[in-house]
């Protein structure tokens, strides 16, 4: 069996992630005490006992995402000796979760991640004006045929394809009347259903070319090492290697699209059999069973799920 490790993006989190991993193992609590030290909050009293509304901003959500992952990863290392840079072929992780993943390809430390998503977090939110931005998921209709009804839909404004998750998911993103249009338009062409989502950061589209800028200024003073294992990353769905490359794709990740579908594809191509989603929620288990029916799928949030994991992978 070849796998490979995946890592969550923002949408995933909720209230009390992480927090029977966080109150059984030291691991666990380190990781929680690194990432609140790094950034001067307490994360595990934002993610435990906070409010929705608070997690849910961006710049908490993704620093607060990318713990809950490490900390999965750092109590099946420490606990139970599985490391997942030996076991494991690749990794990946959906837009934020690609920090995770390079964090975990001890690429990053996870000082540096928490620091890097902060200020990612909060570069995006000063981009574009609230209100202004959207994102919608369009659900049956295939990339193809959606990348022209987004051209058509644009005009004069912004209106791309953000995340490409699977053949019946994909999400755009824009001007919230241009988005606005797409929705209809995809509609009377056939898609089975468009959701505007709870967000007013118009994420992966050329208007975070602003974010992009700070976040190129920012990551000059991140040290990014050779990745220990193989990293895929978004913007070109393959593995990357050189520290320099990785950080030009982290910085064009903010305009460009997450390649999703291509990403697992990459990997099934290249010999993973089993993919295992590390962190918060089942996401992109769900995203990736209908990428590749074939693959053995896997999910690890939970002390439940990591017994599990243990007791499959032992």
């Given amino acids: 069996m070849t796998?490979?490790?995946?890592?969550?993006?923002?949408?995933?989190?909720?209230?009390?992630?992480?927090?029977?991993?966080?109150?059984?193992f030291k691991s666990a609590k380190d990781i929680f005490d690194e990432t609140s030290?790094?950034?001067?909050?307490?994360?595990?009293?934002?993610?435990?006992?906070?409010?929705?509304?608070?997690?849910?901003?961006?710049?908490?959500?993704?620093?607060?995402?990318?713990?809950?992952?490490?900390?999965?990863?750092?109590?099946?290392?420490?606990?139970?000796g599985y490391d997942i840079t030996v076991k494991g072929s690749y990794l990946a992780g959906h837009s934020l979760g690609e920090y995770s993943a390079l964090c975990a390809a001890r690429a990053l430390s996870v000082r540096d991640t928490a620091k890097l998503l902060r200020f990612r977090g909060e570069a995006m939110s000063r981009a574009v004006p609230a209100g202004i931005g959207s994102m919608a998921a369009v659900l049956?209709?295939?990339?193809?045929?959606?990348?022209?009804?987004?051209?058509?839909?644009a005009g004069s404004e912004i209106c791309v394809i953000a995340n490409d998750n699977c053949d019946s998911q994909i999400v755009i993103s824009g001007a919230k009347t241009a988005v606005g249009r797409a929705m209809e338009l995809a509609k009377a062409k056939g898609a089975k259903r468009c959701v505007e989502l709870a967000v007013s950061v118009p994420s992966h589209s050329?208007?975070?070319?602003?974010?992009?800028?700070?976040?190129?200024?920012f990551l000059a003073n991140i040290e990014i090492k050779t990745p220990v294992i193989k990293v895929v990353q978004?913007?070109?769905?393959?593995?990357?290697?050189?520290?320099?490359?990785?950080?030009?794709?982290?910085?064009?990740?903010?305009?460009?699209?997450?390649?999703?579908?291509?990403?697992?594809?990459?990997?099934?191509?290249?010999?993973?059999?089993a993919v295992c989603e590390l962190g918060a929620g089942k996401v992109l288990t769900g995203i990736n069973r209908k990428i590749d029916s074939g693959l053995r799928l896997s999910a690890v949030g939970t002390l439940a799920d990591v017994d599990e994991f243990i007791k499959n992978n032992s």
Avoid: H
């Fill in 3 to 24: 796998t490979a490790f995946v890592f969550p993006g923002q949408g995933s989190q909720v209230i009390g992630m992480g927090k029977d991993l966080y109150d059984n």
């Fill in 37 to 80: 030290d790094a950034l001067d909050i307490n994360f595990a009293k934002m993610i435990f006992d906070g409010d929705a509304d608070t997690l849910n901003k961006t710049e908490n959500a993704q620093p607060a995402l990318m713990c809950v992952s490490m900390a999965v990863v750092n109590v099946l290392k420490k606990e139970f």
């Fill in 140 to 153: 049956g209709m295939k990339a193809a045929v959606l990348s022209d009804v987004v051209k058509e839909a």
């Fill in 206 to 217: 050329p208007m975070m070319a602003k974010a992009a800028d700070e976040m190129a200024a």
């Fill in 234 to 273: 978004n913007v070109n769905a393959t593995s990357v290697s050189d520290p320099k490359e990785i950080k030009d794709n982290l910085i064009k990740q903010l305009t460009g699209q997450v390649r999703w579908r291509e990403s697992v594809i990459y990997m099934a191509d290249n010999g993973v059999d």
